[in-house]
């Protein structure tokens, strides 16, 4: 009897050790779990900035653009980037530390905003395509804001972290939507889509 007392006090023990430390956020599996989000937001990020780097270039398509007096300097585009797919792993890893993979909307939305993220660099950059790359991002913005209020009642913090992104991007739509119009006719595939009916197309 007193080998069960004392096994029971030292499970016991061992429990609230293993609270302790999920409270702390400091064991090996959430380090590994943060860094898988760490490396699938900012690897994907790396990868497409390598993939779309010779269109920034001096006589590179997107240089050779027409662009809005206020249009961002291109060297703002990577640190922006850097540090807004840093707050998307940080806030994915608080949903997830409160919720696992035990809720499928959360996490539905989260991937869904992040594919058509890294699809909108190939729409923009390689498919030269400006019309469906500012409807991807109006689809990718309503995909952020959706991603957003639904962290938001799982854990406030994962949700506020999400501020700035959906900020930029809606910046980026406009300016998408800006870039688009000051460049009458670039869009082939647009423009075959819809017959070529548009003023837009006409202009071709």
């Not at 900035?49 to 291109?74: E, H, I, M, R, V």
């Not at 949903?95 to 058509?116: G, M, N, R």
Request: charge should be positive.
């Amino acid at each position: 009897q007193h080998y069960f007392i004392q096994s029971n006090l030292r499970r016991v023990a061992m429990s609230k050790e293993g609270s302790k430390a999920d409270e702390r956020g400091c064991s090996k599996k959430d380090l590994l779990v943060f860094l898988g989000f760490l490396l699938l937001t900012e690897g994907g990020g790396i990868l497409i900035g390598f993939l779309t780097a010779s269109q920034f270039t001096p006589g590179g398509w997107y240089d050779s653009l027409t662009k809005p007096s206020w249009n961002p300097p291109n060297w703002i585009f990577g640190p922006m980037w850097t540090t807004l797919y840093l707050f998307m792993a940080i806030s994915a890893f608080l949903i997830w530390k409160k919720v696992k993979f035990s809720q499928c909307l959360p996490w539905t939305l989260f991937f869904i905003q992040l594919a058509l993220n890294f699809a909108w660099s190939f729409i923009f950059f390689i498919a030269h395509e400006l019309a469906f790359a500012f409807l991807e991002s109006s689809l990718m913005a309503l995909f952020i804001l959706f991603t957003l209020i639904v962290f938001m009642t799982l854990d406030k913090r994962a949700g506020l972290l999400l501020v700035p992104y959906l900020a930029w991007v809606s910046f980026a739509t406009f300016l998408a939507y800006t870039i688009w119009k000051l460049n009458p006719g670039s869009d082939t595939l647009f423009c075959e889509f819809v017959g070529g009916n548009t003023a837009y197309c006409v202009q071709y």
